[in-house]
């Protein structure tokens, strides 16, 4: 079974910056045979995809909104995957949940989520 670790959220004021991580209980060749994403879900909301980064190195993002303030990356060797937001704005506020895709079967395997609140 796949463990993914989040860490990095919190309380953030209005344009101030976070950075999400996931940790995966993966080894490396393993790892970077998936598909990495973020996915955030408000209150009252549906789930929704921020970025997508898949193994070739095609970025998706959920709008342009988020394209201009969040950055996805992955380090394969530490099987790590990181979220990058900027200039927080206070719709932003969600549980952000890691995802990975195994490129090989298609099996998603999800993080247990980490609150994001921007408030000032």
């Known amino acids: 079974q796949v463990q993914l670790v989040e860490s990095g959220g919190g309380l953030v004021q209005p344009g101030g910056s976070l950075r999400l991580s996931c940790a995966a209980s993966?080894?490396?060749?393993?790892?970077?045979?998936?598909?990495v994403a973020w996915y955030r879900q408000a209150p009252g909301r549906e789930r929704e995809l921020v970025a997508r980064?898949?193994?070739?190195?095609?970025?998706?993002y959920g709008g342009d909104s988020i394209r201009a303030r969040f950055y996805i990356s992955r380090n394969d060797l530490r099987r790590v995957v990181y979220l990058q937001g900027n200039n927080l704005e206070p719709d932003d506020t969600a549980v952000y949940y890691c995802?990975?895709?195994?490129?090989?079967?298609?099996?998603?395997?999800w993080g247990q989520g980490t609150q994001v609140t921007v408030s000032s």
């Open positions: 995802n990975l895709r195994d490129t090989t079967s298609s099996t998603e395997y």
């Open positions: 993966l080894d490396v060749p393993t790892f970077s045979r998936f598909d």
């Open positions: 980064l898949n193994r070739g190195g095609t970025l998706n």
